[in-house]
Structures are given as structure tokens and as C-alpha cells.
């Protein structure tokens, strides 16, 4: 194809199929939530959207502003009370999939979205906070991230953590008692890290066109490790880059 595509097209497109059909995804506001209504718009219409909020299959005609935005409930199969969603669907593992953004991540997929800088009393800068990240990232069958790929964001260590991934090594989660697999990958705008099956450090093992591999290197603040074979992420379709585009114009349109 011949269509030009941006580095975070590219990202929400990749991102997007990693979504499969028939999932139930706990869905974050922002990129992941992009990503996962285009994989409803695309090759993944019976994928069961689930916001924080309260809302069973979601089905918005637009982006959501928010987790509270009235389009989210107006259209879900069911709209149920926050304490419901986490403590029957969520906490004993019902959801597939956990779709999460963060500002930091380090080596093992533990998420920052709490505080950057100084302490937490007095940080450099106050992030809007865990939300219901921390128990998605807990009780979700399995979890995706999805991040642009830079040093600030990917951090050899958090300032905070908010949310675990897998702790400090491959025994962390079990020792938690966390029920999910933890994150099975991290998503960015020049390619794909995944979970090492034994010490579980993220690993590159995919690159969007266009990207190298000392480029992943030099946006990662700790010696990312790279997979002997590498995979190529295929240029979003045509028909992928128009449905996306189109679904971002909604945004603008209903501030």
C-alpha cells in the first residue's frame, strides 16, 4: 500500500491486533482505548468492551471522552455498579484482557501512573493515579501495554510503582497471589517487547516499519534485550488507517 502512516498510527493499528474477536477487554481511556474500538471496527466485531465505569459491551459511535461519558452507557449491553465491576468481574478473573497505558514502565512491566519525581508527598509531578489499573493489571487473564517508546517512559526504575507486571523477576506475581498471567506484551510506536518465558524482562521481538533496532536501544534506559530472530510488523491496511482516522475525527467532534 501507498497510504503514509505516523509512528503512533502505526502503534494504535499494532496494538489494535492484538485484540481478538470474542474477547472481554478491560478497556483504559487514551491509546488503549483507540486501539481497542478499532479492533471493534475492524476484524474484531464481537470483542466485548468493558470500562471501568460500569459498562458491559460498550459500543460507542464515537471515542469516549471519558470513563464516565454517557455514550459508553448508552450503548453497553449493561451498565452495572463500580463495586460489581471489580469485585465479580474483574477480582476473580472474568476479563481476558487488560488494555493499559502508563507514563513509566521498567524491564519487568510494572507500571507507573502515580507520581514522577521527588517522593509522593511532594513529587515533580502528580499523575492522575492508579485507578483500576492496579487490579487489572492483577486479575486480567492477561494484560497488554501500550506506550510510545522513549527513555522518559521506560525506565531502568519507577519512581512509583502503580501497577505490577512482574515484579522483580518470574516468581513476583505467584508470591503476590495475583490470579493473571501478567503483561504478554508492550506495544510502542517503533515495535513490540515481550515477557522472556524465563526471567520475564521484556524483550524486543518485533519493529514497525521504518524502525531499527538501535533505535529501540536508544529509547529504553536499561540494555533492552533483543530476540534472536525478529518479526516485522506489517503497515496498517488501507481500510485500517481510514477507520482509524475517521474514529479520531469523533473526538473533536463531540468536545
Not at 470483542?47 to 459500543?59: F, H, I, N
Not at 453497553?76 to 488494555?99: C, H, K, M, T
Not at 514502565?105 to 492522575?128: C, E, H, M, Q, S
Request: aromatic fraction near 6%; proline fraction near 7%; charged fraction near 20%.
Amino acid at each position: 500500500m501507498s497510504t503514509e502512516f505516523s509512528a503512533d498510527e502505526m502503534m494504535t493499528v499494532a496494538a489494535s491486533r492484538s485484540l481478538r474477536d470474542g474477547a472481554a477487554c478491560f478497556v483504559g481511556i487514551g491509546l488503549p482505548s483507540t486501539a481497542a474500538n478499532l479492533a471493534r471496527r475492524t476484524h474484531a466485531p464481537g470483542l466485548v468492551l468493558v470500562y471501568e465505569s460500569g459498562t458491559l459491551g460498550a459500543k460507542p459511535d464515537r471515542l469516549p471522552l471519558s470513563i464516565g461519558d454517557g455514550v459508553l452507557a448508552d450503548t453497553a449491553d449493561s451498565v452495572v455498579s463500580v463495586p460489581e465491576i471489580f469485585n465479580y468481574w474483574l477480582q476473580p478473573g472474568r476479563i481476558d484482557i487488560g488494555f493499559l497505558g502508563g507514563a513509566q514502565v521498567d524491564r519487568f512491566g510494572n507500571i507507573n501512573t502515580t507520581v514522577i519525581g521527588g517522593d509522593y508527598a511532594d513529587p515533580k509531578v502528580r499523575l492522575p493515579g492508579a485507578g483500576g489499573a492496579p487490579e487489572i493489571a492483577a486479575s486480567c487473564r492477561e494484560v497488554l501495554i501500550v506506550m510510545r517508546l522513549s527513555r522518559r517512559s521506560f525506565v531502568e526504575k519507577l519512581d512509583f510503582v502503580t501497577s505490577v507486571g512482574y515484579g522483580s523477576g518470574p516468581d513476583d506475581r505467584a508470591a503476590l497471589g495475583l490470579r493473571g498471567r501478567g503483561p504478554v506484551k508492550v506495544i510502542t510506536d517503533l515495535g513490540v517487547l515481550e515477557p522472556d518465558p524465563g526471567t520475564r524482562e521484556l524483550t524486543l521481538t518485533a519493529l514497525t516499519p521504518g524502525a531499527t533496532v538501535e533505535q529501540a536501544r536508544e529509547a529504553v534506559g536499561w540494555p533492552l534485550r533483543v530476540a534472536g530472530e525478529l518479526d516485522a510488523v506489517a503497515p496498517p491496511t488501507d481500510t485500517e488507517l481510514t477507520t482509524l482516522r475517521a474514529l479520531q475525527a469523533t473526538t473533536s467532534e463531540a468536545r
